[in-house]
Structure formats: structure tokens, C-alpha cells
């Protein structure tokens, strides 16, 4: 994460965006995170439906938690970058926008539905269809760029290859390689207090 | 500090200071998950201590009272203990 932003303040050179664009070196990123912790929640879910693996209920689980997260932090730094750029915090028209807020607010339905049913195979099972079905609107979120007519939003990638200087590309690689890079440490981090957690309801009702 | 540098910091404070509140958040359980281990560590020596002490029993021989002077039968074979 430290030679990341190293390498966006220090080597990656300003284009026409002037300063401003260095918002993209971490912005995507995360958004590229957030699809990636949904994509990991939702192959965990088919792990639990397929295979019947029990710890997949729960590692889908803090792979959505930890995609929510990152959600978030999407919405909010691509907020401030339209503000600063658009001259508005949010643009209901712009179909990139609005379908990403559609899958955050998907996701976020899924703890609601989790902690609305008791712990079981029931819940297991209602849960890991849910975080499947929110996988089929990833590729849609990512095509949204592509379907929008408006093209307000900006296009880095197009089938050309990279928008940009061969060094700004390199920066946006190690930004994204550092940004899953944390995302895989958090979510090991709080797998293993779950997992911990767990353990210790199982030994405190075998013990009392 | 001019108006775009202030959007570019308030970005990156953002990301800092919600990944920040996450790990506090993560650090705060595990701090309870080791408070509640060392809770059932203190539980489980006081189970263990009397089953320590109940072979010592048994192992004293034939004892006066119910069972005249005959060896103690091991725990759970006399009748009541199941």
C-alpha cells in the first residue's frame, strides 16, 4: 500500500484532469475491490450450495461484509470527485452511478435478510441463494460504463487497451494489486475472529 | 491549499479514516474474544479440579459406612450414578 502511494503522488504524472485525478488511482481500485469481495461472497455462497462446505456459509458472509465496505467507500470518493468535477455530489442520470448504488444497496439487503431468520441450515441456504443471484449484477455494474449513452462518466479502459501513459498504467496496476492486497488481509483478519468466535460458543456450551 | 487539493486530500482521508474504523472495530472484538477465552480458560480449570480429585477418592481402599469393607466400586458402576 506504501509503494502504491508512493507511486501516485511521486511517479504518476497529472494529465488534462490536473491533480484531481489522482482520486482515480484509488478510487477504482476500491470499486474493483468491491466487485471482487462480491464475486469472492458469491462463489463462497455456490461452494455452500454445491458442495455443501460449511465454512463457506461464513466466508461468503465476510466477503460481502467486507464488499459493503468497500461499497461504501466507493460511493463516497466517487462522490467527491464529482463534486470537484461535475459540480454534483450525485447524478441520477448517469446509469454507472445508479446501477453500482443498486448493487450496494443488494448487498446491504443481505444482512437484513441473514439476521432476520435464526441461525441454521435455513438461513445458510436462503442467504447463499441471495449473494448468488447479486452476482449476475456485477458484470452489469462493470458494462454499465459501456451501455450508458452519456458518457459523462470517464472510460479508462476501452477495447483499444488503457487510456493513459504506459506509467499511469503501471501506478493503476500496483494501486490495484495493494488495494486487494488489504482487502484479502481484512478479510482473513476477520474470518478468523468469526471463526474464533465460534469456537468459543461451542466451548462455553459444552462447558456449562 | 487549493480547492482541488482539498477534494484529493479529503478522498484519501476518507479511505484512511474508514479503514481505520474498521480495524478498531475488528481490534475491539478480538479484545472481548480474548477477555471471554480467558473467562472459559478459568471455567474449565474449575470443572477439572474436582475430576482430579475424585480418582484420589477411589483410590483410598475399603472405607466403613454403606459399603461395609468392600473396595469402593468404581465411579459410575454403582447404582443411582447413570
Not at chain 2, 473467562?39 to 484420589?56: F, G, I, S, T, Y
Request: proline fraction near 4%; aromatic fraction near 14%.
Amino acid at each position: 500500500m506504501g509503494a502504491a502511494l508512493a507511486l501516485i503522488f511521486f511517479y504518476a504524472p497529472l494529465d488534462e484532469d490536473g491533480l484531481n485525478q489522482k482520486i482515480f488511482y484509488i478510487h477504482v481500485p476500491i470499486a474493483i475491490t468491491a466487485y471482487a469481495c462480491f464475486g469472492w461472497g458469491g462463489w463462497k455462497a455456490l461452494r455452500h450450495l454445491w458442495k455443501r462446505d460449511e465454512r463457506a456459509d461464513l466466508e461468503s458472509y465476510v466477503a460481502i461484509h467486507l464488499g459493503v465496505i468497500f461499497g461504501v467507500l466507493t460511493l463516497v470518493t466517487g462522490s467527491i470527485w464529482a463534486r470537484y468535477r461535475w459540480g454534483h455530489w450525485w447524478v441520477w442520470s448517469e446509469d454507472q452511478l445508479v446501477l453500482f448504488l443498486v448493487l450496494f444497496l443488494f448487498y446491504c439487503a443481505y444482512f437484513m435478510l441473514r439476521y432476520s431468520l435464526a441461525p441454521g441450515p435455513q438461513r445458510e441456504n436462503l442467504s447463499a441463494v441471495y449473494a448468488l443471484f447479486g452476482v449476475v449484477l456485477i458484470p452489469v455494474s462493470v458494462l454499465a460504463i459501456r451501455l450508458s449513452e452519456r458518457f459523462i462518466h470517464p472510460v479508462a479502459f476501452d477495447r483499444g487497451g488503457p487510456n493513459m501513459a504506459g506509467s499511469q498504467f503501471f501506478t493503476f496496476c500496483v494501486a490495484v494489486a495493494a488495494m486487494l492486497a488489504l482487502a484479502a488481509m481484512l478479510y482473513n483478519l476477520e474470518l478468523a475472529g468469526k471463526r474464533l468466535d465460534q469456537r468459543l460458543r461451542e466451548l462455553r456450551e459444552a462447558l456449562q | 491549499m487549493s480547492t482541488e487539493e482539498k477534494y484529493v486530500a479529503a478522498v484519501y482521508l476518507v479511505v484512511f479514516l474508514v479503514l481505520l474504523a474498521y480495524v478498531f472495530i475488528i481490534a475491539l472484538k478480538l479484545q472481548r474474544l480474548e477477555r471471554e477465552l480467558a473467562e472459559l480458560a478459568e471455567l474449565a480449570v474449575k470443572e477439572r479440579e474436582p475430576a482430579v480429585q475424585r480418582p484420589v477418592r477411589a483410590e483410598r481402599g475399603p472405607v466403613e459406612g454403606v459399603w461395609g469393607n468392600r473396595e469402593v466400586p468404581p465411579a459410575g458402576t454403582r447404582s443411582g450414578d447413570g
